[in-house]
């Protein structure tokens, strides 16, 4: 019988600030008593992409902020945590290191135990936080910067079954809506545009999808689609808005398809899991969301989605991972250090780079 | 000087980054231009890609629009894979090591317009676009400064349709 146990989190790694504390037990679903995230998306969507917080300086003057405000909104002080853990890596060098060294002051000052949390071990184990899955499950891990099937064993036991050779969807949503002149962040414009639109009209490839595995690309897509809008530009000086909406649809379907037909190869890959869960800020795309629940019930498992705001960057995820290590008996040596790289599988080969597997070999 | 070299795919994308890869070297910088789509990631991904399997490693080259700058140890040195389109203002390159990663890496900066005065006189200018032919695209490498005499060898190393001017 594990203690209910209080952790804070601290996540720095891209571009927002955040801290939350989690309190609970591996098994249940944890409760979390604050989520403080500060980020600069609303602020800076004229520059057609987030502006981010690449400044140590930027993250290192709000972290202590961010964390003051975290305990204050869960009603705690630093002395009724159990734990304090850290987005050690991947990430930006700058804002992780900001984030560990401001984690290890804390640590020092309360003699409090330190946990080096992998980011993406953040985001894979949100499930368990929100819905108590058990393990083994499957994760798929969609969002900007990140695609790729996890098969989730244990708090630090992860298979990758797959993942993008290039661009995760999320850039390829973002350079779509670049491309048809739709603002920032992408997602919910070419969302938006592509529910009046024709998805047959234009014919865009599914990459790889003819391969087997899991593995998945997404910038030959953004290619194909520049090379239809410069093809409907050319003669008519313009883009018709019923051009643009259906170009959206096309593109969102292409996206859709490759993400479920991949999903079906992962799950009968998986073996048999709990669930199928999707994390990231991609699956806020009602779209994907439906094919992929069509998905999961077709392979006889629930798809399991955690709320939008624990999808993307957050502190309550890093929490919740340092809360299961912790209650596996787990405490960071407090000399560890921030990792820019940090795969969560090392036993897989990467999936991105590998000699034979260029982008469209 | 300058070289246009009309590439009918990806394949043909990796033979020049092979054939360009053994006059590259720390301190050698390539900024590569061109509109979302032509390919600039797809370029640098293939010369780090033949790099690695020159040296028998095998890593992520991901896209660095999120991370804003990937670097890679290599036999031939670090490699500095930067993307700098999310950047708003020059202060900002000096958190990511710029200018010193001039110096010690071989560059492949996307985006190359928000280096502002950091942009170093010496550098091969890459310019992408794809053409309305399928599969098509257009590189014109025009170099600045000394020590890029090579670049007019391509022609008889790449096999490819070339003009140089």
Known sequence: MTDILTVLGIESSCDDTAAGVVRGQPGRVGEILSNVVWDQSQLHGAFGGVVPEIAARAHAEKLDLAVEAALREAGLGLADVDAIAVTAGPGLIGGVLSGVMCAKGLAAGTGKPLLAVNHLAGHALTPRLTDAVAFPYLLLLVSGGHCQFLRVEDWDRFTRLGGTIDDAPGEAFDKTAKLLGLGYPGGPLVEAEAVSGDPARFSLPRPLLDRDGCDMSFSGLKTALKRQRDALVTPEGGLHRADRADLCAGFQRAVVEVLAEKSRRALAAAGPVSAFAVAGGVAANGSIRAALEDIAGAAGTTLVSPPLKLCTDNGAMIAWAGLEALAAGHVSDPGFVARPRWPLDHRAAPMIGSGKKGAKA | ?165
């Open chain 2, 1 to 165: 000087m300058h070289s246009r070299l009309v590439l009918a795919s990806e394949v043909e994308t990796r033979h020049l980054a092979k054939a360009m890869l053994p006059h590259l070297k720390p301190g050698d910088c390539l900024l590569l231009e061109g509109p979302v789509g032509a390919g600039k990631s797809a370029f640098a991904r293939a010369l780090i890609q033949q790099q690695m399997a020159q040296d028998g490693t095998v890593e992520d080259v991901p896209s660095p629009t999120f991370t804003l700058v990937q670097n890679y140890e290599t036999s031939r040195g670090p490699f500095c894979h930067a993307d700098l389109y999310r950047l708003s203002d020059s202060t900002e390159l000096i958190e990511l090591d710029f200018p010193d990663v001039f110096e010690s890496a071989i560059c492949l900066i996307e985006w190359p317009a928000r280096l502002g005065s950091l942009k170093p006189e010496r550098h091969l200018l890459v310019t992408l676009d794809i053409r309305a032919e399928p599969e098509m695209r257009n590189i014109t490498l025009r170099t600045f400064g000394q020590g890029w005499e090579w670049v007019q060898e391509l022609e008889a190393a790449t096999q490819f349709p070339t003009n140089v001017a």
